[in-house]
Structure formats: C-alpha cells, structure tokens
C-alpha cells in the first residue's frame, strides 16, 4: 500500500526566514514520483515541485526545494525567503509506479509572520 | 487560457437527492481524476479515468458515479447512497500515459447537504 505522512499540523515562520515542511512516504515500488502543492485558502491546488525517484539531484523551482532523501523515504520541501502569500496548506504526494493514482498526505498549514 | 472549469463552485443539496459535479478541461489531457477533500484530511481518491469510455473507482467510490463519454468532459454524480457528502470536491487532469506529469486541479466545488 502507498502511504504519505505529514506530521505537522502547522507550522508558523517569520517572514522572510526559510522553513521546511516534513514529507515521508511508503512504497515498496521502485519507480514512483513525489510532488508538493500548496492550497490557499481560495481551495485551488497549484503544484510546486517534483521529484522522480531515479532523479540524483534534489529538485529546486525558484524559492522551493526538494529535499530528497531516498534511503530515509523522506522528501522535505523547503521554501527560502518565506513571503505573507506562502501562507497556505501544503501536500505533499507521491504518484504509484503505473502513474494512474496519486497518493496524498493531510497537508501542513504554514502561517507567515511578519 | 487553458485549464480546468469545475461549476458549480458552491451546491447545496437536501439528503435523498442526486446532484451532478461539471469538470471540463480543456488541456488535452487524457487522464481525469475527482478528489473529496475533508476538514484536517488529504485528498482522496473518487475515481479516475485513463481515456474516454473508461474509468475506474479509487479509495471511495462508494455513493459516486462518473461518465466519460468525451476527453474533456468527467462529470461526477453524489448519489443519495452517499452517506456522509458534505465535503470539497476537486477534479483534476493530467498529460499523458504512464508515469509522467504532474495533476492540474481545478478550483473546486463545495457540497453541502442540509
């Protein structure tokens, strides 16, 4: 069975610090993609980020990156330069190996403090 | 601009009666997907479907029916069977076949049953 945790309910940051939001997943399946989206209030789901589970490099678009972690099955996302707007839910994902069904966790709700 | 249209944005509905979710896209994407998302929850899984003409059922089928007589085209049904509907719903697509490509989400519906 796929499963996602999230552990943190949420998370508070001071604007303009970095935070990073804890992802772990379970598969037996060597072949699988990990994906972070955030949610604002407004309900739409926008994705941030992905990594493949072959990929060597930690993925990084723009102030996100992936902390990949493959031994640990962890896949951290990490957000620089926290902004007011990042305040928001964030899930993350994993998609199974036949690429038909993704997997999500309960989601992290990020507060940013000015 | 391309995307997902799911309407209506806001239901209400009285318990014994079928209401009927829109999702339209127009990305070209093959592979459609409807999320129910709860309070403190993630996402999980309605249906989906690889191509016209065929889905499958996900994690909680259980009260739901969908159709895909066209690819842009994946309406859902919350029948009276479902015992508990009141939740947000969430429909997705995603580029093609296999393990590739990330799920575009369209802005959701919420259902409330009184």
């Known amino acids: 069975a796929q499963k996602i945790t999230q552990t943190q309910p949420g998370m508070f940051v001071q604007e303009k610090e970095a935070v990073t939001l804890d992802c772990t997943y379970d598969?037996?399946?060597?072949?699988?993609?990990l994906f972070w989206y955030k949610q604002p209030s407004s309900g739409e789901m926008i994705f941030l980020i992905y990594?493949?589970?072959?990929?060597?490099q930690n993925a990084t678009e723009g102030r996100y990156s992936l902390n990949f972690q493959k031994a640990r099955k962890s896949a951290n996302l990490v957000i620089s330069a926290s902004q007011l707007g990042d305040s928001a839910m964030y899930f993350c994902?994993?998609?199974?190996?036949?690429?038909?069904?993704?997997?999500f966790g309960t989601g992290t709700s990020l507060t940013v403090i000015p | 601009d391309g995307g997902i249209t799911q309407s209506p944005k806001y239901l209400f509905r009285k318990e014994g009666q079928n209401v009927t979710l829109s999702c339209e896209q127009n990305l070209n994407h093959d592979a459609m997907y409807w999320y129910r998302q709860d309070p403190g929850q993630g996402l999980r899984l309605i249906y989906y479907s690889q191509i016209v003409n065929d889905f499958q059922k996900g994690d909680i089928a259980e009260g739901y029916s969908v159709s895909r007589e066209k690819k842009e085209s994946f309406p859902l049904t919350v029948t009276s069977a479902q015992k508990n509907p009141t939740a947000f719903y969430l429909c997705?697509?995603?580029w093609g076949q296999g393990n590739t490509g990330e799920l575009f989400f369209g802005e959701g519906s919420r259902l409330t049953v009184l």
């Open positions: 994902a994993m998609r199974g190996p036949t690429g038909n069904q993704f997997y």
């Open positions: 598969t037996s399946d060597p072949s699988y993609g």
């Open positions: 997705a697509s995603r």
């Open positions: 990594q493949g589970s072959y990929d060597q």
